[in-house]
Nanobody, 113 residues
Framework: VQLQASGGGLVQAGGSLRLSCATSGIDFSLTSMGWYRKAPGKQREWVMSITNAGTTTYEEFVKGRFTASRDNVKNTMFLQMNSLNPDDTGVYYC????????WGRGTQVTVSS
């Protein structure tokens, strides 16, 4: 199983980033997926989820700023993050929803004020 997030970086408050999640070893087109974040000093938490059909659910704090999408042909998921603020800082992971015990590589997002 591969769950590899990428696209993070350092951005100023108000900026944008687009994360990608490459997967293999799962039946992606039939699987609900999620984005998760581990902020400094906090436990990893759920950010949003997307069903195999593309229906999305977002954590209240990111609603209206983050938009997820997926490509069921390329087994890839995306997270467009707009209007970023310092509280969005953390390592972002992708996983199934509900998540598996296995966590792949995350991507660091740092938002400066």
């Amino acid at each position: 199983v591969q769950l590899q997030a990428s696209g993070g970086g350092l951005v100023q408050a108000g900026g944008s980033l687009r994360l990608s999640c490459a997967t293999s070893g799962i039946d992606f087109s039939l699987t609900s997926m999620g984005w998760y974040r581990k902020a400094p000093g906090k436990q990893r938490e759920w950010v949003m989820s997307i069903t195999n059909a593309g229906t999305t659910t977002y954590e209240e704090f990111v609603k209206g700023r983050f938009t997820a999408s997926r490509d069921n042909v390329k087994n890839t998921m995306f997270l467009q993050m707009n209007s970023l603020n310092p509280d969005d800082t953390g390592v972002y992971y992708c996983n199934t929803f509900p998540h598996r015990d296995f966590w792949g590589r995350g991507t660091q997002v740092t938002v400066s004020s």
